[in-house]
């Protein structure tokens, strides 16, 4: 079955401990993507990538960081986590950028920094 | 930039009801819309699209069309199911094509 995924699922953490969030795809796209959803200003682009060894800033990516060292996976990296990183995360992939490829969505990621 | 506005929710409807719920942009260009679905506790799918002006996307009794002289895609359904209360995005996607840009979501409720 064609799909993203995302692990954890939910996460409750600490302020300024390191954490990783992990995206995986099964159907050999190039470009990935993270963003993240608050109530009220709907998903922001985290950081995108279009390709392995290739990433580019969104545009929300203070406090974020990103690695792509296999097309299949692609994740987010919070090195200080602070309360305001409370979220939604959301990554999404496609098999290339651009008006008609459709982007799937992983499950979401439910991320709680106290 | 860029933007898409939809119209704020929560939506409440009976069971069997007309939906409509508003989507307009502001683009330099003639992007492609999409609208997405998010059901309780799940991820964005996409719901339908439509990727020149005139066209109709539609999927699972929901329709849009993209109207450029207006600037809307406006997602309807004839006869909304208790199954169908979700929130909803409206998105359209970028020149570059790296990046969709959403609206706020509208959360609809169907009560049978």
Redesign the interface.
């Given at each position: 079955e064609a799909q993203v995924t995302q692990n954890p699922r939910y996460l409750i953490t600490v302020t300024g401990k390191k954490l990783t969030v992990t995206c995986s795809q099964n159907m050999n796209h190039e470009y990935m993507s993270w963003y993240r959803q608050d109530p009220g200003l709907g998903l922001r682009q985290i950081y995108y990538s279009m390709n392995v060894e290739v990433t580019d800033k969104g545009d929300v990516p203070e406090g974020y960081k990103v690695s792509r060292k296999e097309k299949r996976n692609f994740p987010l990296i919070l090195e200080s986590p602070s309360p305001n990183q409370t979220s939604l995360y959301f990554c999404a992939s496609s098999s290339y950028p651009g008006q008609n490829y459709e982007q799937y969505f992983g499950p979401g990621t439910r991320l709680t920094v106290t | 930039g860029d933007s898409v506005t939809q119209m704020e929710g929560p939506v409440t409807l009976s069971e069997e009801a007309f939906l409509t719920i508003n989507c307009t942009y502001t683009a330099t260009g003639y992007?492609?819309l999409f609208w997405?679905v998010q059901y309780p506790?799940?991820?964005?799918?996409?719901l339908l699209?439509a990727?020149k002006a005139d066209d109709k996307g539609s999927n699972k009794g929901f329709e849009a069309t993209y109207r450029k002289e207006t600037t809307s895609f406006h997602l309807e359904k004839g006869s909304v199911q208790v199954s169908d209360s979700a929130v909803y995005?409206c998105a359209l996607?970028r020149d570059?094509?790296?990046?969709?840009n959403?609206?706020?979501?509208t959360s609809l409720l169907v009560t049978p």
């Open positions: - | 992007p492609s997405y506790g799940e991820g964005l799918q996409l699209k990727t995005f996607i570059s094509g790296y990046a969709l959403f609206g706020k979501g």
